[in-house]
């Protein structure tokens, strides 16, 4: 019998622009880029020039630490530019596509005739590693350490999140083949959570259903549901979408960065899905679905929650699965402002009338203004309404705010990623950025503990 975690925790927020499951058709990309931001605990090196040409499934970038880590080219076509910021830093590596995909030939693989470090090493040559992310740390996977457990989400609870029973339709097989592969990668348990009632079947895993509000569909708090992480082990987390990808390439023998993007938001003509390549522009995917607007609009790469705000001419992150719109709210000007009695406003408590007319459950267009100004950490327990973790997350980023290790480790700090308290950030009086405060502690204690 499937075991059951109900979460009682937490916050469903309801924004106007789900998206329809319909398959739209969407522009031509000018241009794809790798983006080092979009990958955590990395150094990289480029190792192409300006004019070379490659396949998709060429090597862009290595990791510097660990050379055996590459993001190869999601296309093939011409490297048209290398960009840098300040002191080098890489920002991106450019490829103006071909007429036609050309793609590097890894060999179709039965996964069932492979061992462990076989399955790594195609995963590794492929360029499709830094899909698997490990914690602590929230980072890209040691390819020399074995980890304790695996654990894939299969559904999300975003706001304006995909359906993966949606997208994974035509992809079962693909899917399958991925779980296959990763159960080889541990010595420990494959766990695949699926959403209660989830028609998705999975085979050669332990398979978790969790039932309850965002965020469930987190990976963090479903490894602390299921076998939470102690000091000295590791665990990996890799995505459901993610999956589909890597058990593609054992299928196919080729590195197809392909997935359906979800176009979501209130500032869509269109809502629906689409079949993108990963580090597309931004333009391809919502250019032509934008309505006219008087005021101006916020596009997002990934979830109003965590994901990262991108103009048309910038690209689609690695690990996003949908496109989220919103209004700026720049140009809104509220008569007597927070004092208003807020008949249509969105609020996670009771300080406006609207919780007495559909409260949280109602469908409302919420701009991206951040109403208030930053004062500071009130100790009033409103971050555990929506935090379902066993743990004191005030405690825990204050303890990262003073850097004290030996609290951090004690509250709990191996378990978490800056997306567990994206909810608090919602709900937080003070107006912190937590999740910048939660990437920043686990960066520095990964190089204090490495």
């Known amino acids: ?40 605990g990395i150094t990289p090196k480029v190792v192409v020039r300006v004019g070379d040409k490659v396949k998709a499934g060429s090597v862009l970038i290595i990791d510097k630490t660990y050379p055996e880590i590459k993001f190869v080219s999601p296309v093939s076509g011409e490297v048209t530019a290398v960009n840098r910021g300040e002191k080098r830093k890489v920002l991106s590596v450019v490829v103006k596509p071909d007429a036609e995909n050309q793609y590097e030939d890894f060999g179709k693989k039965s996964v069932s ?22 914690r602590p740390y929230d980072i890209i996977a040691r390819p020399n350490e074995v980890p304790r457990d ?65 965020p469930a569909g987190n990976l963090g708090i479903q490894i602390n549901q299921i076998k939470p992480v102690n000091k000295g ?28 993007i979800a176009l979501t938001g209130s500032e869509l003509s269109k809502t629906g899905y689409v079949k993108a390549i990963s580090g597309c522009d931004i333009n391809s995917l919502v250019g032509d679905k934008l309505q006219p607007t008087q005021g101006n609009v916020r596009i997002v ?29 720049d140009e809104t000007h509220e008569f007597l402002g927070w004092a208003a009695l807020g008949v249509n406003k969105f609020s996670a408590g009771y300080t406006f009338l609207s919780s007495l007319f559909g409260g ?29 973790m066993d743990i004191f997350p005030e405690y825990l980023l204050k303890a990262i705010i003073t850097f004290d290790i030996d609290k951090m480790e004690n509250l709990g700090i191996y378990e978490v990623a800056p997306e567990d308290f994206a909810l608090c950030e919602v709900v ?16 520095l204690l990964y190089k204090e503990m490495n």
């Open 301 to 329: 790469s990934g979830d109003v929650l965590t994901g990262t705000k991108v103009s048309k001419e910038e690209f689609l992150g690695f690990y996003d699965t949908q496109i989220s719109t919103l209004p700026e709210g």
């Open 360 to 388: 949280v459950k109602k469908e409302r267009v919420i701009d991206a203004r951040i109403k208030g100004g930053k004062r500071a950490m009130i100790m009033s327990n409103e971050y555990d309404k929506v935090f379902p």
């Open 1 to 40: 019998m499937t075991n059951v975690i109900k979460l009682k925790k937490g916050l469903d927020i309801q924004l106007k622009g789900k998206p329809a499951e319909v398959l739209l058709s969407n522009g031509r990309s000018a241009n794809y880029a790798i983006v080092p931001d979009n990958f955590n």
């Open 113 to 134: 005739s492979l061992n462990g470090e076989e399955i790594k090493e195609a995963l590794l040559n492929a360029g499709l590693w830094p899909c698997i992310k490990q």
């Open 150 to 214: 695996i654990f894939v989400s299969a559904f999300y609870t975003v706001p304006l999140a995909p359906n993966f029973d949606f997208v994974i339709k035509g992809q079962e097989n693909d899917f399958q083949t991925g779980i296959d592969a990763l159960a080889k990668l541990t010595d420990g348990k494959l766990y695949v959570s699926l959403k209660k009632g989830s028609a998705i079947k999975v085979n050669n895993a332990e398979v978790v259903e969790f039932e309850g509000p965002h």
């Open 233 to 260: 082990e590791t665990v990996w987390a890799v995505r459901p979408d993610d999956v589909i990808q890597i058990g593609r390439l054992f299928n196919t023998g080729i590195a197809d960065f392909t997935r359906l």
């Open 428 to 443: 937080d009086t003070s107006k912190i950025e937590l999740q910048k405060i939660v990437r920043n502690g686990l960066d």
